[in-house]
């Protein structure tokens, strides 16, 4: 029994120093938003998963802060702590609609947001974007988050079996059976926004790969590594020290 809950202790504590290296990593690369975005974790086995309180800059986030909310939005403990209310109604819903997610980042880049705007939406322009060609939702903006069998509801509905979201006139969402899965396709997708911007602007004719090579591409693109992100990610671990 004491092997056992040892154990569940280690990988909760490993799950914890996971979730807080990816809010360092995307503090370090600038793509948080004051308070506001959210990343999580689902803690395996339960109903529930872990998030950032609301009020804490993403280069504050420690393992220790970390709160556990339930899938309908109860905080499980640190209860003196506040929640975003639209962070719980987002992952919430997926995570109940999605049990093979266990990941789920949501970010309000400049980029992000100005490619959501854009009517055709991504554009396989960039082998970034190409990752999530034919592999990528789309939700209709309308407003704030903050109820779940209506807005909880329609964005796991329309994020479908994708892995990817945008969430028009206001950012992006990736999720993954892992959280370096989930890091990875969301470090891609602001690459592509970033690039689709630059190009745009450049006001250039468009070179766009055909629909088979599109295709082709994203499917060996997936098929790389067998276990997708976790190199870059152990590459985090080394950089940012994992934030011990």
């Not at 569940?8 to 506001?36: E, P, Q, V």
């Not at 990528?136 to 807005?151: D, K, P, R, V, W």
């Amino acid at each position: 029994m004491t092997a056992t809950v040892s154990t569940l202790n280690n990988a909760m504590g490993k799950l914890r120093n996971d979730l807080a290296l990816a809010y360092g990593i995307f503090a370090h690369l600038g793509w948080d938003d004051l308070t506001y975005t959210h990343l999580s974790v689902r803690i395996p086995g339960t109903s529930s998963f872990l998030i950032q309180p609301f009020g804490l800059f993403f280069e504050e986030v420690t393992p220790e802060s970390l709160i556990e909310l339930s899938f309908e939005g109860e905080v499980l403990d640190r209860k003196d702590h506040a929640v975003n209310h639209t962070g719980y109604v987002i992952h919430g819903s997926i995570y109940k609609a999605r049990p093979d997610i266990n990941a789920i980042f949501h970010l309000h880049t400049e980029d992000g947001v100005a490619v959501s705007v854009m009517k055709e939406g991504l554009l396989p322009i960039s082998q970034f974007a190409i990752h999530f060609y034919n592999r990528i939702s789309y939700h209709e903006y309308g407003s704030l988050a903050l109820n779940f069998h209506g807005q909880g509801d329609q964005v796991a509905a329309d994020l479908g079996d994708h892995k990817a979201l945008m969430l028009r006139n206001h950012g992006t969402l990736t999720c993954g059976a892992s959280l370096h899965e989930a890091f990875l396709y969301a470090y891609f997708l602001e690459k592509a926004c970033r690039v689709q911007v630059k190009i745009l602007a450049a006001n250039q004719p468009l070179v766009i790969p055909s629909p088979e090579i599109c295709e082709k591409a994203a499917r060996e693109l997936r098929e790389f590594e067998p276990d997708f992100g976790i190199r870059d990610w152990q590459a985090w671990e080394r950089k940012l020290g994992g934030r011990q």
